[in-house]
């Protein structure tokens, strides 16, 4: 299982670094999905991930200009990385694409997800369309549903029943107010990005979609 998670990784670090080599200035500088992150500063978390790990130095800096936030140092330290010139960050993601190298308290299904969520990060607000791999999509819809923190979909979702139009995924309540659309949307409304998924989404559940508290940690 870890042999195709790896080879899924890989494929949307290159497909990704490929769309990052396509874009403008000032589609770099748009602001992404995720909060208080422009398109450089995702991409930038993106190709971090396989990377060796900050210096304590760098990181206990980081901490104490978040106020000893660990989530919010995190994300200093890739608004730093993204100071780099665009066609670095989109090379250094291209250079480590094979990489296995995993950060701590993480797993290839967890990378998987995350390039594929902040994949449409960048390419939502920019008006791409950036389609998921079925399996892809699959596998990083069941890590987030099974994970707790960050995203504590189950609990969120309460009450809801979440069913793919074109994947095998049907979870949630049986009995609850239907949600149904694409797996991709899906997985967006699960962690956090409501407002772009609720626009392509069916059901009677979607009027309560709005009303559901989003993860504590933002949109990450």
Not at 178 to 196: A, E, H, K, S, Y
């Amino acid at each position: 299982m870890d042999e195709t998670r790896w080879q899924d990784v890989e494929r949307e670090r290159l497909s990704l670094a490929d769309l990052l080599d396509s874009l403008t200035s000032a589609q770099w500088e748009t602001q992404s999905l995720c909060e208080r992150w422009r398109v450089r500063d995702v991409a930038a978390h993106v190709a971090m991930s396989p990377v060796p790990e900050p210096s304590m130095s760098t990181l206990v800096a980081a901490l104490v200009r978040a106020h000893g936030h660990l989530w919010e140092a995190a994300a200093a330290i890739a608004v730093d990385y993204a100071q780099r010139p665009t066609e670095e960050i989109a090379a250094g993601l291209r250079r480590v694409a094979a990489s296995r190298a995993v950060p701590r308290v993480t797993n290839p299904d967890n990378l998987l997800m995350d390039l594929l969520v902040h994949g449409q990060d960048i390419t939502i607000p920019l008006g791409i369309e950036r389609p998921m791999p079925t399996d892809a999509a699959v596998a990083g819809f069941r890590r987030v549903w099974s994970m707790g923190w960050p995203f504590h979909a189950r609990r969120r979702m309460r009450g809801m029943h979440l069913i793919a139009t074109d994947a095998p995924v049907d979870v949630g309540d049986p009995d609850g107010a239907r949600v149904q659309g694409r797996l991709g949307d899906l997985l967006l409304l699960i962690t956090g990005r409501t407002d772009p998924a609720l626009d392509r989404l069916d059901g009677e559940g979607t009027a309560r979609l709005r009303s559901i508290p989003r993860p504590s940690g933002g949109t990450r």
